[in-house]
């Protein structure tokens, strides 16, 4: 009895991943392979075909002459000296057209019949000046492609014939200089087709990289505004909340009616906060592509409504007073929502550094060019940080940057001892991001 074979070993987990390791190479390597191939096929493709055009052209020639065909072991080197040569035209442009002058010149001076022996050093004179780059160095590349073809056509056509090697027609001659100028003709015009062609393709390049570096700065605008309206929105109510909180623990049991109405108001304001949030997270998830078909969660603030905008603040225990100059309805869009959020922001600032007993002034004074707003507070001169600190000064000065307009936050003039904090923003009602055109809120 024969022993059983073994039974083939179960592939383990290192082979399985070896294996798709080799496979992901080869996947990988493909493209790079497929390029070489076709590189390989562009370089010998001439070459093949000038071999076969010299070789049965020649032969044609020499027979149609009544001359006898010379022996392979002459005409074969001779005439596929050329062919091979143009394997080297893109490395040694200036050798490959030498090999071919010098095969040519040979092949006139003992057969002395032309053909189509003038190929290879077509080629060669062709792939060396189309292949030369622009500016001075592919000029001398150019020039000297066409000494090299003219100097073979004056020895071949011009030397020989005077030396007796070669017995030509003076109108051989004139036909055989036209066909040296139609190959400077095709070289100088392939020379321009690619140099147009590598324009276009850098013109793309350059509008692809225009275009990604576009979507860039969308994306970054984007985010920026989102981070914006969040710090506005989360910032103002936690602001709230916290003073809110403050004054119920403090006078949970002196004054429980006052804790309750602060209670209240922390929940409306994190009720809201929530609502504003949850809008802003899924317009940027993109949840809802209906939503301009649909009303909003939430009204967006609006300094039309200013009882409403400055209602939260008063109820945090600021003391707020609100004075307008001028017509504020109609304004534009951007205007409006940008103006709303300043006081929003200053009047949270004002609550979380001055102190919730803290007394406020919101001035809103509409132009015919601007829409300028100034909240001013009479905390202590120190109380608030730097505009450098923090994202809300930062976060009020780019809304009106947005716009076109500034934005100024210090302490306000007068005596060191009188205190006070100043923002003053002056917002343009005819910049083109601003919406002129429609007075409604969203």
């Known amino acids: 009895m024969t022993p059983a074979s073994p039974p083939p070993s179960a592939p383990t987990p290192d082979r399985e991943a070896a294996a798709d390791r080799e496979a992901a190479a080869d996947r990988e390597a493909a493209p790079d392979r497929e390029a070489a191939r076709r590189a390989r096929v562009r370089l010998m493709a001439p070459a093949v075909a000038t071999a076969v055009v010299q070789l049965l052209g020649s032969?044609?020639?020499v027979l149609a002459s009544g001359a006898d065909l010379p022996h392979p072991a002459f005409f074969l080197p001779v005439l596929l000296a050329g062919p091979a040569a143009l394997l080297l035209r893109r490395r040694f442009p200036y050798v490959t057209q030498g090999?071919?002058?010098?095969?040519?010149?040979?092949w006139l001076a003992v057969t002395q019949v032309s053909?189509?022996?003038?190929?290879?050093l077509a080629v060669a004179a062709v792939s060396a000046a189309a292949g030369s780059a622009s500016g001075r160095q592919g000029a001398r590349r150019r020039a000297t492609a066409y000494c090299i073809l003219g100097a073979t056509w004056a020895v071949a056509w011009l030397g020989l014939p005077l030396a007796g090697r070669l017995f030509v027609p003076w109108a051989a001659v004139a036909g055989s200089l036209a066909w040296v100028l139609v190959v400077v003709a095709v070289s100088e015009g392939l020379r321009a087709r690619r140099a147009a062609a590598a324009d276009r393709r850098r013109h793309?390049?350059?509008?692809?990289?225009t275009r990604e570096q576009e979507r860039r700065r969308r994306a970054s605008d984007e985010r920026l505004a989102v981070a914006r309206e969040l710090h506005d929105v989360i910032g103002h109510s936690l602001s709230m909340i916290t003073v809110q909180s403050g004054v119920a623990l403090e006078l949970m049991d002196a004054r429980p009616e006052v804790a309750r109405e602060a209670?209240?108001?922390?929940?409306?304001?994190?009720?809201?906060?929530?609502?504003?949030?949850?809008?802003?997270?899924?317009?940027l998830r993109g949840e809802d592509d209906d939503a301009a078909q649909r009303p909003p969660r939430t009204p967006a603030p609006s300094i039309a409504d200013l009882d409403a905008l400055l209602a939260r603040p008063r109820a945090a225990g600021l003391q707020v007073e609100a004075r307008t100059e001028g017509d504020l309805a109609g304004l534009p869009v951007a205007v409006d929502l940008a103006a709303a959020r300043i006081v929003q922001e200053a009047l949270t600032n004002v609550?979380?550094?001055?102190?919730?007993?803290?007394?406020?002034?919101?001035?809103?004074?509409?132009?015919?060019?601007?829409?300028?707003?100034?909240?001013?507070?009479?905390?202590p001169a120190t109380?608030?940080?730097?505009?450098?600190g923090g994202n809300g000064v930062p976060g009020m000065r780019e809304r009106a940057a947005a716009l076109g307009g500034r934005l100024a936050a210090g302490p306000r003039e007068g005596p060191r001892d009188q205190g006070g904090w100043r923002v003053e923003a002056e917002l343009p009602l005819t910049h083109p991001t601003t919406d002129v055109a429609s007075g409604e809120q969203p």
Request: no cysteine; charged share 20%.
């Open 115 to 120: 053909g189509p022996v003038w190929l290879s």
């Open 383 to 388: 109380s608030h940080p730097m505009p450098t």
């Open 204 to 209: 793309a390049e350059q509008e692809a990289l």
């Open 99 to 106: 090999i071919a002058a010098v095969a040519m010149i040979v």
């Open 263 to 283: 209670l209240t108001a922390i929940r409306a304001a994190s009720r809201d906060a929530l609502v504003e949030v949850h809008g802003v997270l899924a317009s």
């Open 59 to 61: 032969r044609v020639a």
């Open 351 to 379: 609550a979380r550094h001055a102190g919730g007993a803290a007394a406020a002034r919101v001035l809103l004074r509409r132009t015919d060019a601007a829409l300028v707003v100034v909240v001013d507070d009479d905390g």
